[in-house]
């Protein structure tokens, strides 16, 4: 059981008497109202007596004060017929007199606890009429200490073990200057409140083991840059060994370009970016990281909405280190720069084949300027279209058994001297081989002179004339 402590005040039952005179004075001045001296006067106490009485009349809600000048007029409270709206409250309500026996109950109490309507339960003691809640030995307690005006709890949270209900009930003494001391009871079955706290904790919990174990780094900060959290990753991948060491620090000073992040703090939408971060920049701003040198991060940033709706007020970032896959693309651009520079300002002839079905056709995926001059087409005239569509007189059966030798046993082939149309006076010589991309590329030489000149070039495997 979960519980409250609260502690109980002696009653004033010696005073109910002389309440019970005031408020009968009350009511017949109810039209004019009736002053301190007034009652003190018709009642033979004193003016200080009767001025306490009205106070605390008063803070009961029993009666109300008016001012005319100095002089203070009180008059009976007309209250809340408690017993015409006691069956509106959904919560299960039952007071208890001072013997135990039940006052009052609403419809929500019988059918919480599932009492057969029209059974008439006023009158009856509370703990004799076997209601498995009111059984438990801690509840009927706490119930008496109430009554003994002892420390009790004021709330207890009960699990029925027949039906695994979880219920949630409240006690509070009801104290009258005029009737004497009663118990209210409030019973709530909070079964799917606990249910959904209980997710929401294992939901915590679950994220909380995300933040711990993700491998990329989460920082969430406020909106003046102010570091309010951070994952272990994200101290791993900064170079830093605490907290405290990163907290010191403004998200600002992490990042190369600032304005990157003032200008997604002020647009409050979820984006990806990549930032910069120069771990000597942050040594010098009193952050020891061990790293040096600049860093480069894919970065998700992404503001936190508040429950109330309002604008968001604290704002997190999700970051990978890319430098080595950065460094990797910059090398590779400079490569392909590099080749695509060889490639086309080389003086033979180069051209790139895709190949159909394990050699059964080729396509033309690229060419050099040479080729285009040596073809006497441009590249786009080419690029995509089938070799034999573009040059019928090469489709024979021994050029194609030759080249696709070079695809099949990745050896590669020289090739007499080519006519890519017949009846052309323009000879090519071909060395085929195949590349690691899967594709058949050919160097090219025009050796039309050395053909007609009859000085034919170095011949090997898949000659043809």
């Given at each position: 059981?979960?519980?409250r402590?609260?502690g109980?005040t002696?009653?004033?039952?010696?005073?109910?008497?002389?309440?019970?005179?005031i408020?009968?004075?009350?009511?017949?001045?109810v039209?004019t109202?009736?002053?301190?001296?007034?009652?003190?006067?018709?009642l033979?106490?004193?003016?200080?007596?009767?001025?306490k009485?009205l106070?605390l009349l008063?803070?009961n809600?029993?009666?109300?004060?008016?001012?005319?000048g100095?002089?203070k007029l009180?008059?009976?409270?007309?209250r809340?017929p408690?017993r015409?709206?006691?069956d509106?409250?959904?919560?299960?309500?039952?007071?208890?007199?001072?013997?135990?026996r039940?006052?009052?109950v609403?419809?929500s109490?019988?059918?919480t606890?599932g009492?057969?309507?029209?059974?008439?339960l006023?009158?009856?003691?509370?703990?004799?009429?076997?209601?498995?809640?009111?059984?438990?030995?801690?509840?009927?307690r706490?119930i008496?200490?109430?009554?003994r005006?002892?420390?009790?709890?004021d709330?207890?949270q009960l699990?029925?073990?027949?039906?695994?209900q979880?219920?949630?009930?409240?006690?509070?003494p009801i104290?009258?200057?005029t009737?004497?001391?009663?118990?209210?009871?409030t019973?709530?079955?909070?079964?799917?409140?606990?249910?959904?706290?209980i997710?929401l904790k294992?939901?915590?919990?679950?994220?909380a083991?995300l933040?711990?174990t993700?491998?990329n780094g989460?920082?969430?900060?406020?909106a003046?840059g102010?570091?309010?959290?951070a994952?272990p990753a994200?101290?791993?991948?900064?170079?830093?060994h605490?907290?405290?060491?990163l907290s010191?620090?403004?998200?600002?000073?992490l990042?190369?370009?600032p304005g990157?992040l003032?200008?997604l703090?002020?647009?409050?939408?979820?984006?990806?970016?990549e930032?910069?971060?120069?771990?000597?920049?942050?040594?010098?701003?009193?952050?020891?990281?061990?790293?040096?040198g600049?860093a480069?991060?894919?970065?998700?940033?992404?503001?936190?909405?508040?429950?109330?709706?309002?604008?968001?007020?604290?704002?997190?970032?999700?970051?990978?280190?890319i430098t080595?896959?950065?460094r990797?693309r910059k090398?590779?651009?400079?490569?392909e720069?590099r080749y695509?520079?060889l490639f086309?300002n080389a003086?033979?002839?180069v051209?790139?084949?895709?190949?159909?079905r394990g050699g059964?056709?080729f396509v033309f995926?690229?060419?050099?300027?040479?080729a285009?001059?040596?073809l006497g087409l441009?590249?786009?005239?080419?690029?995509?279209?089938?070799?034999?569509?573009v040059?019928?007189a090469?489709?024979?059966?021994?050029?194609?058994?030759?080249?696709?030798?070079?695809?099949?046993?990745?050896?590669?082939?020289f090739l007499?001297?080519?006519q890519?149309?017949?009846?052309?006076d323009?000879?090519?010589?071909?060395y085929?081989f195949?590349?690691?991309?899967?594709?058949?590329a050919?160097?090219?030489?025009d050796v039309?002179?050395?053909?007609?000149?009859?000085?034919?070039?170095?011949s090997?495997?898949?000659?043809?004339?």
């Open positions: 059981m979960a519980a402590g609260c109980m002696g009653s004033a039952t010696e005073y109910q008497e002389q309440f019970t005179r408020l009968d004075l009350l009511e017949k001045h039209t109202g009736i002053s301190v001296t007034a009652v003190a006067r018709e033979g106490i004193t003016r200080i007596s009767a001025a009485y106070e008063a803070a809600g029993d009666v109300c004060m008016e001012r005319f100095q002089k009180y008059r009976r409270s007309h809340l408690l015409e709206i006691f509106h409250s959904p919560n299960a309500l039952a007071i208890l007199d001072a013997e135990f039940i006052c009052m609403n419809a109490f019988i059918a606890l009492i057969r309507p029209g059974h008439s006023i009158g009856v003691p509370l703990f004799d009429l076997d209601l498995r809640i009111f059984s438990d030995i801690g509840v009927r706490n008496e200490r109430i009554h005006s002892e420390t009790y709890l709330e207890i699990i029925d073990e027949r039906t695994d979880i219920y949630l009930i409240n006690f509070a104290v009258s200057q009737e004497n001391p009663e118990i209210l009871i019973l709530r079955e909070i079964t799917a409140l606990k249910k959904i706290e997710a294992n939901s915590e919990r679950k994220i083991t933040f711990g993700v491998p989460i920082i969430i900060f406020a003046d102010a570091i309010l959290n994952n994200s101290l791993r991948i900064l170079g830093l605490t907290f405290e060491q010191a620090a403004s998200i600002f000073t990042a190369c370009s990157k003032e200008s703090i002020h647009a409050g939408k979820v984006t990806e970016i930032l910069a971060c120069d771990f000597d920049r942050m040594k010098q701003e009193q952050i020891p990281s061990a790293k040096s600049v480069y991060f894919n970065v998700i940033f992404t503001p936190i909405r508040p429950d109330n709706g309002g604008p968001p007020d604290e704002f997190a970032i999700l970051f990978k280190d080595s896959d950065r990797e090398d590779l651009t400079f490569r720069s695509r520079s086309e003086c033979s002839g051209i790139v084949y895709g190949v159909i059964e056709g995926n690229d060419i050099n300027r040479a285009e001059k040596i441009k590249k786009e005239e080419l690029i995509g279209r089938n070799v034999w569509d040059f019928p090469l489709a024979e059966p021994g050029l194609l058994e030759a080249v696709q030798e070079a695809f099949s046993r990745e050896r590669p082939v007499q001297p080519l890519y149309r017949k009846g052309d323009v000879w090519i010589w071909h085929v195949k590349l690691p991309s899967g594709e058949l050919s160097l090219m030489i039309s002179t050395e053909v007609r000149d009859g000085n034919h070039p170095i090997g495997t898949g000659i043809r004339r």
